[in-house]
């Protein structure tokens, strides 16, 4: 997901363009160019153009200064702002268990942000999410040893301090879905339902029964790095490599297509009997 840009190897990361975005959105609202942000910084219309891209980690006097420019003065906005900032500069430095794999290719950039946020709310159609999968159920999805060794790699962030708030809805056809042999599919179920009794973990089922509805073409997960709503940002799955929701417009409205969605869901008590009733039948 990262692009390289050549002149000063710097990388545009999805935190950066989030909070560039939304410099970006402040600044029009304000009736300014990019000259006049630049004037205020003491620094170049091109330094400019690299924060609003996300090309370059942000200085916080810089944000605070373009927030004084743009009139931004709400302690939540601007305490937002600099907490991407914060975020994005760490995300660039860190180090992990991804290190350990370079054949990651798109999912490195998803997985590093994984790691650093503090909620996800998965919506997953035809496929367990990544997070709850059992050895057997990724090998089944593909017999690569690097690739099952990454994914329960990943999985760890499921019990680090702090764990990680995962709220998983799933498409009954995600259940019913037969992935590997009827033996690996008992045992995945079995995963679930011992999956949910980590206090921070919630999976509600939206049945067959629940019928047509927005949502149902398009898997995604909503990833928060403080407060859910404050800096959230959506990854959209795609057949061949993944999407980023950057834009607060378009991360609200996923938010709210995911909240329609657990609305329609079956309750996590009768999630976890439909679980057990489809097990009981393989």
Request: glycine share 8%; proline share 5%.
């Amino acid at each position: 997901m990262e692009k390289q840009q050549p002149q000063d190897n710097r990388a545009s990361t999805v935190l950066g363009r989030r909070l560039g975005g939304e410099l970006l959105a402040l600044r029009t609202a304000a009736g300014l160019n990019q000259g006049q942000a630049a004037k205020a910084l003491t620094a170049s219309t091109g330094k400019i153009a690299k924060m609003e891209s996300g090309w370059v980690p942000m200085r916080d006097p810089d944000i605070r200064a373009l927030c004084e420019l743009y009139g931004a003065h709400d302690p939540a906005t601007v305490g937002g702002l600099l907490e991407l900032a914060r975020l994005d500069r760490e995300r660039r430095k860190s180090k992990g268990w991804w290190d350990d794999f370079p054949g990651l290719g798109y999912m490195n950039e998803y997985v590093r942000l994984e790691h650093a946020a503090v909620a996800i709310r998965c919506w997953q159609l035809v496929r367990i999410p990544g997070l709850l999968q059992t050895p057997d159920y990724v090998r089944a999805l593909k017999d690569d040893d690097a690739f099952v060794a990454a994914r329960l790699a990943r999985q760890q962030r499921l019990d680090s301090a702090p764990p990680l708030s995962l709220e998983v809805v799933l498409h009954e056809a995600a259940l019913r879905h037969l992935v590997g042999d009827r033996n690996i599919m008992r045992a995945q179920l079995d995963h679930l339902t011992a999956a949910v009794e980590r206090p921070h973990v919630s999976l509600r089922v939206l049945s067959f029964s629940a019928g047509a509805m927005p949502g149902l073409d398009s898997a995604f997960n909503v990833l928060s790095f403080a407060e859910p709503g404050a800096m959230d940002i959506v990854y959209l799955d795609g057949l061949f490599s993944g999407r980023w929701a950057e834009g607060g417009k378009e991360a609200v409205q996923h938010v709210a297509l995911f909240e329609r969605i657990a609305g329609r869901a079956l309750s996590p008590q009768d999630s976890l009997a439909l679980i057990n009733d489809i097990r009981d039948e393989l």
